[in-house]
């Protein structure tokens, strides 16, 4: 079953501009992580946010978590057009293993 | 050092063949896991190998889906006979420790596809 997911389905935005994309899930968790992918194939782990953090700083990335509302989102700030991929968030619960999302298409035009 | 390997990077077979899949994960990861996503999906869990328990093989499919880890590296999935929604890439993913508790490495998956 799906556990997290990902708001808007698809973006487009100007090199330069702020991407922002969202994550709800439905159940308590451990910590949420994102995760970015080019072409289809292999994903890139680029941020963990731990259930008892509101909010993470990598780069040019900027992740916050409410458990209250069980949401998170990703911020991509300045982007530029390598930004271009699908943003997956992923939860995960005791003794399970991680839930992936159905992604966030992102596309940053020249 | 090395990252996830995985072969083929493509497989075309027939419906009711059976296929094998290899995974070589980072060499000292505990972890080995299998996903596979169908065309504009997310990932859908199969199954994940922690050190010498038994595997979560909660996400299989089907009892056609078969997976093993042979001497806690490499790791093989197996599909009997293929079925045509069986098309799919096929990511496998390794990390230090369990689940949740490190980041995951990928593969760049196995492109399955069943004519």
């Known amino acids: 079953s799906q556990q997290g997911e990902e708001d808007p389905q698809a973006l487009s935005i100007q090199e330069g501009e702020n991407a922002t994309m969202n994550c709800s899930y439905k159940?308590?968790?451990?910590?949420l992580q994102w995760y970015r992918q080019n072409s289809g194939r292999g994903l890139v782990h680029l941020i963990l946010?731990?259930?008892?953090?509101r909010e993470k700083h990598s780069g040019r990335l900027r992740v916050t978590l409410d458990t209250s509302k069980k949401s998170s989102s990703l911020l991509i700030t300045a982007s530029r057009a390598a930004d271009t991929a699908s943003y997956f968030c992923a939860t995960h619960q005791a003794g399970t293993a991680l839930i992936f999302g159905k992604g966030t298409t992102l596309s940053v035009s020249s | 050092g090395a990252g996830v390997s995985q072969s083929p990077s493509n497989k075309v077979t027939e419906k009711g063949k059976d296929v094998e899949l290899r995974c070589d994960p980072i060499s000292g990861h505990t972890a080995l896991y299998w996903y596979r996503q169908s065309l504009g999906q997310g990932l859908e869990f199969l199954i994940y190998f922690q050190g010498n328990s038994a595997p979560d093989k909660s996400g299989l499919p089907s009892d056609r889906f078969s997976a093993e880890r042979t001497g806690g590296s490499v790791s093989t999935l197996t599909i009997q006979r293929t079925q045509q929604e069986d098309s799919a890439v096929y990511l496998c993913?390794?990390?230090?420790?369990?689940?949740?508790?490190?980041?995951?490495?990928f593969g760049p998956g196995t492109r399955l596809t069943v004519l």
């Open positions: 993913a390794s990390s230090l420790g369990g689940p949740g508790s490190d980041t995951q490495y």
């Open positions: 946010i731990r259930s008892n953090e």
């Open positions: 159940t308590s968790i451990n910590n």
